[in-house]
C-alpha cells in the first residue's frame, strides 16, 4: 500500500522530531492489520458477508456459524433443503387459515336492509365469528404463528446470504408450495356485495 499521502499529511501537521516515530508506529499498526485481518469468530477466521448477488459454492456461510457450504454437493443439499422449508412455511400459512375457519365459535348472522338499485329493498346478511382467548385453537393458533415467523425469518435471511442458487431454492419453494397449498383456501363471494 502506498503510504505518501499519508506520510505527507503526518509531516505537515507534526513536529519533525516526532514525525519518524508517528510514520514507523501507524505503518507497523496498518500493515499488521492488513496483514493479518479481523480473526473474529472461534476459529479465527472471519468472513466477509457478501453484499451482491453471486453464484458460488465456497465459504457460504448459512444461518449458523458452522454450517458452512464448501462443495457443490453441499450446496445441492441446501438449495434442496431451504427448498423445502419454503414449501412448509406456504403450506404454514394455509393450514393456519384452515384451522382458523374449522374452529370458529360464536357465528353469529346479521341482517340488514340495503335498497336496490331499481327502489326495492335487499336484505343483506353478514356472518361475524369469534374465538376464544382461553382455548386450545387459539393456543395452537399461537405456537403455529410463532414456527411460521421462525421459519419467515430464516428464509429472509437465507436470501441474504446473496448467493444465487439459495436465493432461486427460496423463490423457487414459495412458488411449488403456493402452487400445492392455495388452491384449498376458500374464497368466499357475496352474491349480495355491491359498490357504494
Given at each position: 500500500?502506498?503510504?505518501?499521502?499519508?506520510?505527507?499529511?503526518?509531516?505537515?501537521?507534526?513536529?519533525?522530531?516526532?514525525?519518524?516515530?508517528?510514520?514507523?508506529?501507524?505503518?507497523?499498526?496498518?500493515?499488521?492489520?492488513?496483514?493479518?485481518g479481523?480473526?473474529?469468530?472461534?476459529?479465527?477466521?472471519?468472513?466477509?458477508?457478501?453484499?451482491?448477488?453471486?453464484?458460488?459454492?465456497?465459504?457460504?456461510?448459512?444461518?449458523?456459524?458452522?454450517?458452512?457450504?464448501?462443495?457443490?454437493?453441499e450446496?445441492?443439499?441446501?438449495?434442496?433443503?431451504?427448498?423445502?422449508?419454503?414449501?412448509?412455511?406456504?403450506?404454514?400459512?394455509?393450514?393456519?387459515?384452515?384451522?382458523?375457519?374449522?374452529?370458529?365459535?360464536?357465528?353469529?348472522?346479521?341482517?340488514?336492509?340495503?335498497?336496490?338499485?331499481?327502489?326495492?329493498?335487499?336484505?343483506?346478511?353478514?356472518?361475524?365469528?369469534?374465538?376464544?382467548?382461553?382455548?386450545?385453537?387459539?393456543?395452537?393458533?399461537?405456537?403455529?404463528?410463532?414456527i411460521?415467523?421462525?421459519?419467515?425469518?430464516?428464509?429472509?435471511?437465507?436470501?441474504?446470504?446473496y448467493?444465487?442458487?439459495?436465493?432461486?431454492?427460496?423463490?423457487?419453494?414459495?412458488?411449488?408450495?403456493?402452487?400445492?397449498?392455495?388452491?384449498?383456501?376458500?374464497?368466499?363471494?357475496?352474491?349480495?356485495?355491491?359498490?357504494?
Amino acid at each position: 500500500m502506498d503510504h505518501s499521502m499519508h506520510h505527507g499529511h503526518v509531516q505537515g501537521t507534526t513536529p519533525p522530531a516526532m514525525t519518524g516515530r508517528m510514520d514507523h508506529t501507524m505503518d507497523h499498526t496498518m500493515d499488521h492489520t492488513m496483514d493479518h485481518g479481523d480473526h473474529g469468530g472461534a476459529g479465527g477466521s472471519h468472513m466477509m458477508m457478501q453484499m451482491t448477488f453471486y453464484f458460488g459454492c465456497k465459504n457460504v456461510e448459512l444461518l449458523f456459524a458452522g454450517l458452512v457450504i464448501n462443495t457443490p454437493g453441499e450446496m445441492a443439499g441446501a438449495c434442496i433443503g431451504v427448498f423445502l422449508l419454503a414449501v412448509f412455511y406456504e403450506g404454514l400459512k394455509i393450514g393456519r387459515e384452515f384451522l382458523l375457519r374449522r374452529n370458529q365459535v360464536n357465528v353469529r348472522y346479521n341482517s340488514m336492509p340495503v335498497p336496490g338499485a331499481d327502489g326495492t329493498v335487499l336484505m343483506e346478511t353478514h356472518k361475524t365469528v369469534g374465538q376464544r382467548m382461553l382455548s386450545l385453537p387459539h393456543a395452537l393458533q399461537t405456537v403455529l404463528h410463532i414456527i411460521q415467523v421462525v421459519v419467515s425469518y430464516f428464509l429472509m435471511l437465507v436470501f441474504m446470504t446473496y448467493n444465487g442458487y439459495l436465493c432461486i431454492a427460496v423463490a423457487a419453494g414459495a412458488g411449488v408450495g403456493y402452487f400445492l397449498f392455495s388452491w384449498k383456501k376458500a374464497v368466499v363471494v357475496d352474491i349480495t356485495e355491491h359498490c357504494h
